[in-house]
C-alpha cells in the first residue's frame, strides 16, 4: 500500500524506517515519529508551508496563530535561524504538544526556550510590523480573522486556509465565474492588495490536501522600513 501523506493516521515509531535520508524533513520526520503523536498529514502540511513561506519571507518573530502541535513555528526557525523565537498561540493546546516540543529540542538544543506556546484567542496577541504571521488550516472565517490580525499590525503573513464557510463567506461578487472556495480565497487575496500588501498565491501539493492554496502577503514597504 502507498504511505499517503494526507492520512490523518499518526506517525509512530513503525513508520520511523521510511524517513531514512539526512535531509531537514527525514530528521524532523524520524523526531516525529519518536514523539507519538501527529497525524501524518500534519507534518507534511507543515512542512510544505513552511519551507515555501521561508523562501520568500526570513526572520522576524514567527506567530503561529491557530498553531494545534506548534509544528509549523519549529520548522520555521530551523528553515531560518535568525528568527529570535516562534510564538505559538491557540484556545486550547493538545495534551500531546509538549511532548513533540520536547522531542524536537532534545534533537536540536538551539529550540530551547524559543518555543513559546499561549493559550487563547488569537486578538489578544499584539503584532507588530517586524512579525511574521503564520496559519495552517485556520478554518473558514478564523482565517479571515488571521489576516486581520496581520493587517493591524502590517506584519507579513502567509495562510493556508480550509473549510470555506460559503454561506457567510466573502466570495468578491465572483461566485458566478468560480467555485466557492476559490472565489473566498481570490477575495482574501485581493483584500491583501487593497491594503498595499504584495501578494503572492503558491500550492501545496493536493496528494496532501485538496485545500492547497498559499495565500502570502508582502506588506507596504514603508511600514517593513520603519520596523527594521
Not at 503523536?37 to 520568500?56: I, N, S
Amino acid at each position: 500500500m502507498a504511505f499517503d501523506p494526507g492520512s490523518r493516521s499518526r506517525l509512530t515509531l513503525r513508520d520511523k524506517e521510511r524517513f531514512g535520508a539526512e535531509t531537514l524533513f527525514d530528521r524532523v520526520a524520524r523526531v516525529v515519529c519518536d514523539a507519538d503523536c501527529l497525524p501524518r498529514k500534519e507534518l507534511f502540511e507543515a512542512w510544505e508551508v513552511a519551507r515555501r513561506v521561508r523562501r520568500r519571507f526570513r526572520g522576524g518573530r514567527v506567530v503561529d496563530l491557530a498553531a494545534g502541535h506548534g509544528l509549523l513555528g519549529a520548522l520555521m526557525l530551523l528553515l531560518d535561524d535568525t528568527s529570535a523565537h516562534a510564538l505559538a498561540i491557540d484556545v486550547t493546546t493538545p495534551l500531546s504538544a509538549g511532548r513533540l516540543t520536547s522531542a524536537l529540542t532534545t534533537a536540536w538544543p538551539r529550540l530551547e526556550g524559543r518555543l513559546v506556546r499561549i493559550e487563547g484567542r488569537i486578538e489578544e496577541v499584539a503584532i507588530d510590523s517586524s512579525d511574521l504571521v503564520v496559519s495552517v488550516h485556520a478554518c473558514g472565517a478564523l482565517t479571515d480573522r488571521v489576516l486581520d490580525r496581520a493587517i493591524a499590525g502590517s506584519a507579513r503573513v502567509a495562510v493556508l486556509p480550509c473549510c470555506h464557510a460559503l454561506d457567510t463567506g466573502d466570495v468578491g461578487g465572483l461566485g458566478g465565474w468560480m467555485d466557492g472556495p476559490l472565489a473566498i480565497d481570490a477575495t482574501r487575496a485581493a483584500r491583501l492588495r487593497a491594503q498595499g500588501y504584495i501578494v503572492h498565491t503558491q500550492t501545496i501539493p493536493e496528494a496532501i490536501t485538496p485545500k492547497n492554496r498559499l495565500l502570502l502577503g508582502e506588506p507596504p514597504q514603508g511600514s517593513r522600513a520603519r520596523a527594521d
